[in-house]
């Protein structure tokens, strides 16, 4: 990526951060448009979930790393502790590979 582009980005990541304190008490939004925003960040996070967990460059990443994942979203789902969490889905992974599922 160029550095002119890194230095953009940067810079606009920035302004985006800055502008919810600066902005937050003049800025009001109905609360139906903030369902709708919290719904989509959501969803936004599900779909990058599901792309890392399920793809490795263009194809099929196999079934170890979605068991993985799994495992662990259920573990958060209870709300077990976060070194927990990443701990098994990294062990549910490592010993289904260990055994030959790709």
Not at 45 to 55: H, I, K, M, R, S
């Amino acid at each position: 990526m160029p550095p002119l582009a890194v230095v953009l980005l940067a810079a606009g990541t920035y302004a985006f951060r800055l502008a919810g304190p600066l902005l937050g008490d003049r800025l009001r939004l109905p609360d139906p448009l903030r369902r709708l925003l919290s719904d989509a960040a959501a969803v936004l996070l599900v779909a990058l979930v599901a792309v890392a967990a399920l793809t490795d460059g263009h194809g099929f990443a196999g079934w170890a790393r979605p068991a993985g994942v799994l495992v662990g979203g259920a573990l958060a789902l209870r709300r077990a502790p976060f070194p927990l969490v990443v701990v098994a889905a990294a062990a549910t992974t490592a010993v289904l590979r260990l055994i030959g599922l790709p």
